[in-house]
């Protein structure tokens, strides 16, 4: 997707950006800290360490975890119950989550032991700082959380490096153990202190990590959402007319608007619309696939602004149990539970499905003799011999019955762990995970729809589409051949994907759309 091109962030007690957590993420942005916020951390550290050497139990310090609450832990022994704690939490399994997630866990996790509400040391903020900054990637399993005491398992993963101990992924991506490349870094392993283990893995970063991620790529689809559908709306011989300003004021949802006005845009000066605006045009109105495009598109659009809402909160708190108050308080909460990000995370996942059900439904209409109003059938070079694209909307059906089934929320479930201590959880690491899937799969379901597009305008000559979707065509057609006969159509798909991948398709549209 297209660069954010952030050199430098600086983490300190302000709230990050969406845009400075996706940059550190994807292009390996460095990681300065604010020397106030260290100088707060080292203030705040000296209360926690007074707590440590009192007689009253305090959790997370002189007391264990959890179910196991109520333990009082000697002094001799509380480093070893911070590090058993990292250890015995990094219990995930499975696939290792890509490196982006990963980095964008470290800095939210960075930026909130960087608020002062956490007790922890300057010296553990460093090394997470630092290991961000090495391109050392944490090996981080796909399975463990439960979205409640925040993202606890995958969190561990990273602490867990910090220790010396486990897998990363080093520079070049080679699977490496944690401690020999923290030397070879230049990185001292942490020998976390009391309260350290609980402020290193209590929070939702794993789950807004990708909720941020999922947000900047959704954006930039949905942009494409509407300049594939008015490719196809062109390409059928569909009207503009149903995106007029005037019509969508009559219900004035923000995304609804903005849709249609750039739908509008990308068809202007059509030389195929034109083509069929005549009186003699006997087609009163188009397929629901065409004409409410702007309304499914803009209804995913209002949830992507509503889930950045929730996003822009989450990134402006600092998450831990318990957490020390600015009058020096240190008190258990519950705001790691995931409910709020989980709800839009399955939100998100339900739009996605629909945008990619409507595209589904323009394709079949592109390949269907019977509604083409005049393409071949398949848009094949010889219907018969050749099958042109009918296989691409398999691929796609399969692909739009996948996203249904990802649709299906996650943060209804909730299963009791702890000795039900953790009796309802939030599923939100889960939610996020199927949520990336869904854009995945977003992403095929559009470059089908963009390559079907594409191959019917060429088929619509000698009339000529808008510049906008003239410039697209021609853009697909540095990647991928126009008609003729059958060829291997695997690899014309996956190219178009890198098309839009790069962010080049989404280049040609700011370039050419003017709004």
Known sequence: MTRIGIDRVLVGTTPLTARQVVAVAREGSEVTLADDALDRLAAVREHIDELARGTRPAYGISTGFGALALRHIAPERRVDLQRSLIRSHAAGAGTPVEPEVVRAMMLLRLRTLMSGHTGVRPQTALTLARLLNSGLVPVVPEYGSLGCSGDLAPLSAVALAMM????????????VAAGPALVAAGIEPLVPAEKEGLALINGTDGMLGMLLLALADLRQLLDLADLTAAMSVEALLGTDRVFAAD??????HPGQMESAARMLAVLADSGIVASHRGDDCPRVQDA???RCAPQVHGAARDTVAHAATVAERELASAIDNPVVL?????????NFHGAPVAYVLDFLAIATADVASIAERRTDRMLDVHRSHGLPAFLADDPGVDSGYMIAQYTQAGVVSELKR????????????SAMQEDHVSMGWS???KLRRAVDGL??????ELLTAARALDMRAPLTPAPVTGAVRDLVRTAVAGPGPDRHVAPEIAAVVELIRAGAVNEVLDREVNL
């Open 247 to 252: 019509l969508h004021t009559l219900r004035p």
């Open 443 to 448: 992403t095929t379901v559009l470059a089908i």
């Open 406 to 417: 990802l649709a299906v929320p996650a943060s209804v479930d909730s299963i009791p762990s």
């Open 326 to 334: 600015s009058d020096g308080r240190v008190e258990s909460n519950g």
């Open 431 to 433: 939610a996020a995970r």
């Open 164 to 175: 010396g101990e486990g897998e990363v992924f080093g520079v070049e991506g080679a699977l």
């Open 288 to 290: 629901y696939s065409l």
